[in-house]
């Protein structure tokens, strides 16, 4: 009979072999068509070309035993550095068919969701980085996402070769911030991988430039393995007045977040010009049929009250659900289901329901807002989404908010836990499709409403923030 340590060593041991038999088998069938058999034994990458120190450095750490009857020691911290902790990720979809192929999306385009998949993945690999102190026998560290930042889009119409970067800018105690980027390669990445990270530079740490299409954060929070508790990392050192720039901004930014979390509607009221809204849209919905059935309560006769127009819908109408099993190939190496593969399955959910209210599949996402990852998600847990248009203006206006919310659901108690909870920003693209308004028909679905009125504001002057420095003009200014 086999202990439970045992049973899970084994698990961890049988989820890293079939991942690396699966990176192995996708490799030669992809490289076997693209290079010669001397380039084939001088590389390993995955069908998506993942560096091979990426995987070198999860495999290592999932070798480790995980024994709660061996005794603890002290992890041993040393200090890091910003560069240390670097690394790129090449995607050349431009000159790699086969990679071409598991990306592309219907309309021709890179699928969003597959990148937010890889901005995942390398962030916790950069963790896994500045964690390591270069001692095979320190205890074992299991590295969770806890939340990932708002995250603007700009991503090009055409295909293009994408170069994805990061590298740690803050850590407290247990936690440290991923800042992470992608930029296109107009002309084109070389054909040479490289299977050793490139030195960075100092000047590209935490720049933007023109070819940036997407900058955004992630935080990641070390667990002992054993305990699950909390681990304390690496601390962090600022070698130049780059690096300190990027470290007082991260700190920043994690006192605004602290900020914006306690002025949500959950924990204070509306403000008065808030009130007033919730008035005009309590008004305005009163006048439609369908919406408060009950004379006693409803301030219009129901022989009084009009068809809805068909430039508004009802928020209720434009929710749709989806349910998946959680399957092992989307694993990470803690047998948990990776946050990049939910933020994939929350925004094609998302799309879905945008073109069903557009009744147009020329849908393009502006941003996510901030995500946080409140449960883990284990294989074979069945995840159920769902989505609603929240916030609408209407036309003229092209963007509006998408909620989703992720929730594990237990098949034989039906009992339901939250582990996400989703908010996009979307535009209409076609300018003879016409959004419609979304109406709500109660108190809470007013506070969501109200909610993504909010939300949009705030995008509004983030993304303009973020082009300022990128020195872009807003390709999305005309779906605002």
């Not at 690999?125 to 996402?145: E, F, Q, R």
Request: net charge positive; charged share 30%; hydrophobic share 35%.
């Amino acid at each position: 009979m086999l202990s439970r340590v045992q049973l899970l060593q084994r698990s961890q041991r049988l989820a890293c072999r079939s991942m690396m038999q699966a990176r192995a088998l996708s490799a030669t069938r992809m490289r076997a068509k693209e290079f010669s058999p001397a380039s084939l034994r001088d590389r390993i990458y995955s069908v998506r070309p993942a560096h091979y120190w990426i995987d070198k450095i999860m495999e290592q750490e999932n070798q480790k035993p995980v024994d709660p009857n061996e005794p603890r020691k002290q992890r041993k911290l040393i200090e890091k550095t910003m560069s240390d902790s670097y690394m790129e990720m090449d995607l050349p979809f431009k000159s790699s068919p086969a990679l071409l192929e598991e990306y592309i999306f219907v309309d021709g385009r890179i699928r969003t969701g597959k990148l937010l998949e890889d901005l995942d993945a390398m962030a916790g690999a950069i963790a896994y980085k500045h964690v390591d102190n270069g001692d095979p026998n320190s205890p074992p560290v299991t590295i969770v996402t806890a939340c990932v930042d708002r995250l603007d889009l700009l991503l090009p119409k055409a295909v293009e070769d994408y170069k994805l970067i990061g590298q740690v800018t803050y850590v407290g105690s247990s936690s440290m911030e991923v800042f992470l980027k992608a930029e296109i390669v107009p002309g084109g990445l070389p054909n040479q991988q490289k299977e050793v990270p490139p030195a960075p530079k100092v000047e590209d740490l935490g720049h933007l430039g023109p070819n940036t299409v997407l900058a955004t954060r992630f935080t990641m929070v070390a667990i002992d393995s054993v305990t699950r508790k909390s681990a304390k990392i690496n601390p962090l050192k600022t070698t130049s007045p780059t690096e300190e720039r990027l470290f007082e901004f991260a700190k920043a930014n994690k006192a605004r977040k602290k900020q914006a979390a306690d002025t949500t509607l959950s924990r204070h009221p509306p403000t008065h010009e808030e009130r007033l809204a919730i008035h005009d849209i309590f008004m305005q919905y009163s006048k439609y049929k369908g919406a408060e059935e009950d004379p006693f309560t409803s301030p219009v006769p129901a022989e009084d009250k009009k068809p809805l127009p068909d430039e508004f819908i009802w928020m209720e109408d434009t929710r749709i659900d989806s349910n998946f099993l959680m399957q092992p190939q989307d694993r990470n190496i803690h047998n948990n289901i990776f946050g990049g593969y939910l933020m994939r399955r929350a925004y094609e959910l998302a799309y879905a329901d945008a073109i069903l209210y557009l009744k147009s599949c020329h849908a393009d996402l502006l941003a996510m807002d901030e995500v946080i990852f409140r449960k883990p998600v284990h294989v074979g847990t069945l995840l159920n989404l769902k989505s609603e248009i929240i916030y609408a203006e209407g036309n003229p206006h092209r963007s509006f908010q998408v909620r989703v919310v992720a929730e594990v659901v237990d098949y034989e108690t039906s009992k339901r836990e939250t582990t996400n909870v989703f908010y996009f920003t979307m535009a209409a693209t076609d300018d003879k499709v016409r959004p419609r308004r979304i109406l709500p028909k109660t108190y809470a679905e007013t506070m969501l409403w109200l909610d993504g009125k909010r939300r949009r504001l705030q995008g509004v002057s983030s993304r303009h923030l973020l082009l300022e420095n990128l020195g872009k003009e807003d390709p999305s200014a005309k779906k605002s």
